[in-house]
C-alpha cells in the first residue's frame, strides 16, 4: 500500500481549517465540518477532493494525472503537481472517464509545461468547495459548484500577466495514446470577448456529446491557439490572456448540457446570474447540510468523520443530468423530457444495489420514485434496464441486471410513485428478452446455468447474479399476482445449485456436458475485463461460493447443514493461502474475504445464519477499525459511487441489508454510541449502543422500543415508523 508521509496529520489539520464552525454537531452545527474529502485519495479509494453537489452534474476540481487505472478519478493524493482542474469526474469508480474541459491558470510568462507544483499545506477541500495554492503557476485556484454550473476563482499575482490554458482535448483516458483519438468531435465558438461556446463529442468509457458555455468576469485580451501534439486531435487547446483593470481575481463559470449549447445557457442563466463565488459555495454548503443532518451521530471525532465522509460520498452520485427544464440525452441519443424534471444517471447497480440504494430508500425517499422512473425511461429506450449507465449511456460493464433488485426493492417497500405493471414489464423483458452481454437466454434456460465452454468469462458470477435478479422479479411477479411468473423466476433463482460441488464445497465452473472444470483453482482471481479473463467477477470461487443472498438457509443445506458450513465460512476467513493471480480490485484481505471489493460486502454477516453471532460482530469490528480510516489511505478499495461508504454507513448502525428485497436488515454490532436518524416524516429511528467500548464489541441483548428483542434482523418498516433500537454491549 502507497503511504504519503504525515497522511494522517496533515488530513486532520485540513479538516480543521477547512470550516471556522461549531464543534457541537447535536446543537445543530455544520455537519461538514466532518467530511474529509481526502479520505479514500490515496491507495485504490479512487475518489476525490473536488467541489460537489449532492447529486449535481458538475464536480470541478484538480487532476493530478491520467493514462491508467490509477486515475479513474483523475486524482492521487501522493502526486505533487496538478495539471489543471477539469469540471466533471467519477466518485471511486475502476473504469476510467470525464475529467472534461480542462482549464488552467498561470501568471506570467507562457511555458512548455503549464503544470504546476503546489503548496501542500494550502490544500483544503470540503463539501462544494476545494482551494489549493499552483507554486508554479503563481495562482491561488479556488473551485465551487451549483447542480449545473462549475465556479472558479482565481488569485493572480497582481504584478504579471494574468493567463489561462482552456484544454478542450483533454479527457480522463486509460492510455497515454488515446489522449489524441478520444475526442471524435468538437466546436468552439467565441461568441464575445467574455463568452466561449461550443460542444465535445468523445468516446472512452461510453460515447457521449456534453455541451458547454464558459463566461469570464474579465475580457479576454487576446487568444492564442497552441500548435497540435498530436495530427489526430480533433478539439484545440488556447492561451487565453485577460484585461485585469488593476484587479488580481478573476472569476470563471463553466455550465455544461447533454442536449445543446442553449441548454448549457439555460443552465447557467437559471443557478448562477451573478459573479459572488462564496454565495455559490454557501448554497452548496447548505444543500449537504440538508443531506448530511439526516443522521445525527455519537462517538469520537474519527467516527464522526467516517460517517459524514461516506455519507458524503453516498451523493456524490447518482448524477442528475437533466437540464433545468427536465431535457436530457437518453440512449437512444435523442433529447427527452423528464416527465419529473430530473434525470439520474451513475448508478453502479452493480455495486449499489447491496447498500448504498437500500440506504437512499431510509435517508432520502424523496429520490427514488425518480431514480425507478428514470431506470424506466431508460429502459424503453434501449431495450432493458440500465446495467451501468454514464451520462445515460450503458457501458455494459459487470454482469447481471441489478436495476431488477432495485425498482423490486422500491416496489416492496411501498414506494407507489411509479407504474408497477409498467415496471415489471421492464424487469420481464430485461430478464427474458435481452440482447445484451449478460444475455444469452435460451441457453440458461435450458441448462440451468452459463456453461464456462460456451459462456467464455465469468460464467459462474453470471449465473449467480442472474439468479438474485430473477429472486427480485419473483417476488414482484407474486405480490402482482402473475402466478405463472413467478414460478418461472422462483426457479430460476435457485439455478446456483447447478454450480455447488459438494466435493470442493464451492461455486465450480461446468461446461456444457455437465462436467465440472478440472483442474480447479478455488483461489484462481478472474475478471473478464483484465487479461486473466476466467469464470468469475473481480474474485474467486472462495469468494463467490457465497453469493446467494437471497437464499443462504438453502446454501447451508447444501453444505450439510450449519457446522459444515461453519467451516467453509471459517476457512474462508482465516485461510493463508494467498489467491492465484492478482487484481486490483480484490483488496482488503482477512483471509480470502475481500472486503475492497463488493461481492464480499455481505458474508461477515452470514454468521448470523449459523447461530454463530459473535463471529459477526467480531469481524465487523475489525473491517470497520481497519478498512475504514481517517486518512487519504483510508479506504481498503474502490468506493464505487458510495457502496463501500454505505457498508460502512449501515455497518456502524449495527445492521445491513444482506438480501435487499426482503424487507429485512440482518444485526451485526453498532460502532457507535448514538445515531438519530431523521426521517422525514415526523419520526425519528434512534439507535444506542449502551456500554459500547473497544472492548464492548459483543451484543448482550437487544431491544426495540423498551421491550426485549429476540430476532436477528430488524424490519424496514421497523425503522421508517420511528422508534429506538437498543444494543446492550458486552466484552463476550
Known sequence: MRKSIILLAVSLSLLACANK????????????????????????????????????????????????????SGYFYDDDRINGFSQNRLNGTGIVDLGDLLIQPFSGDIREDLSSGFNKSS????????????????????????????????????????????????????????????????????????????????????RRTYYFVIEFDKPILSKDMLEQRDPREKAPRYILNFDM????????????????????????????????????????????????????????????????????????QPNNIADVDGSYVG?????????????????????????????????????????????????????????????????????????????????????????AERAYNEIKKSLTQGTHKNAGWELYDKLGYYPYDIA??????????????????????????????????????????????????????????GDWLTPFDPYQLAHADSHIGGHYTEGNALQYTWHVMHDIPGLIQHMGGKEQAGKALDYLFTTEQESTGQLSDVTGLIGQYAHGNEPSHHIAYLYMHLDRPHDTQRLIRQICKDFYQNKPDGLIGNDDCGQMSAWYLFSSMGFYPVNTVDGQYIFGAPQLSKATINLGNGNSFIMEAINLSE??????????????????????????????????????
Open 245 to 316: 483593470n488593476g484587479e488580481n481575481v478573476l472569476n470563471m463559470k463553466v455550465a455544461m448540457s447533454t442536449t445543446s449549447i442553449e441548454g448549457a445557457k439555460a443552465n447557467l442563466a437559471a443557478e448562477v446570474t451573478h459573479w459572488d463565488f462564496d454565495k455559490v459555495y454557501t448554497n452548496a454548503k447548505n444543500e449537504w447540510n440538508k443531506y448530511l443532518s439526516r443522521v445525527q451521530v455519537e462517538g469520537s471525532q474519527n467516527d464522526k468523520v467516517n460517517f459524514y465522509t461516506s455519507l458524503y460520498h453516498l451523493y456524490i
Open 21 to 72: 464552525v461549531s464543534s457541537d454537531i447535536d446543537a445543530g452545527g455544520d455537519f461538514t465540518q466532518y467530511v474529509n474529502p481526502f479520505i479514500g485519495t490515496a491507495f485504490t479509494g479512487h475518489t476525490f477532493p473536488g467541489a460537489t453537489y449532492p447529486l449535481g452534474f458538475m464536480q470541478p476540481g484538480p487532476e493530478t494525472g491520467n493514462y491508467s487505472w490509477d486515475y479513474c
Open 456 to 513: 467464455k468469462v465469468e460464467s459462474v458470477s453470471r449465473t449467480l447474479e442472474a439468479g438474485y435478479d430473477d429472486y427480485a422479479a419473483a417476488l414482484m411477479a407474486q405480490k402482482l399476482g402473475k402466478t405463472d411468473d413467478y414460478k418461472f423466476f422462483i426457479n430460476r433463482s435457485n439455478f446456483y445449485k447447478n454450480h455447488f460441488d459438494s466435493e470442493t464445497m464451492s461455486m465450480r465452473p461446468k461446461d456444457s456436458k
Open 123 to 206: 490544500e483544503k477541500a470540503t463539501p462544494g468547495y476545494y482551494g489549493v495554492e499552483l507554486t508554479d503557476n503563481d495562482v491561488k485556484v479556488e473551485v465551487t459548484t451549483s447542480p449545473h454550473v462549475a465556479f472558479h476563482r482565481y488569485t493572480y499575482n497582481s504584478q504579471k500577466e494574468a493567463n489561462v490554458l482552456a484544454d478542450f482535448q483533454s479527457g480522463l483516458v486509460w492510455s497515454k495514446d488515446r489522449a489524441a483519438i478520444h475526442v471524435l468531435d468538437n466546436e468552439v465558438n467565441f461568441e464575445s470577448d467574455r463568452i466561449i461556446t461550443g460542444y465535445t463529442t468523445r468516446t472512452e468509457w461510453v
Open 695 to 732: 472492548e464492548n464489541m459483543y451484543i448482550e441483548k437487544i431491544e426495540l422500543n423498551g421491550e426485549p428483542y429476540k430476532e436477528n434482523f430488524i424490519t424496514h418498516s421497523d425503522i421508517m415508523n420511528g422508534g429506538k433500537l437498543t444494543f446492550y454491549m458486552s466484552n463476550h
Open 331 to 419: 440512449p437512444n441519443r435523442e433529447v427527452a423530457k423528464s416527465p419529473t424534471g430530473k434525470y439520474y444517471s451513475t448508478l453502479s447497480q452493480w455495486d449499489t444495489f447491496r447498500a448504498a440504494f437500500p440506504m437512499y430508500t431510509i435517508l432520502s425517499p424523496e429520490i427514488i420514485d425518480d431514480l425507478v422512473n428514470n431506470m424506466l425511461e431508460f429502459s424503453e429506450q434501449q431495450g432493458h434496464l440500465p446495467i451501468w449507465a454514464l451520462m445515460a449511456q450503458e457501458t455494459y460493464t459487470m454482469v447481471g441486471n441489478h436495476s431488477v433488485p432495485m425498482v423490486v426493492d422500491a416496489y416492496l417497500k411501498g414506494f407507489n410513485g411509479f407504474d
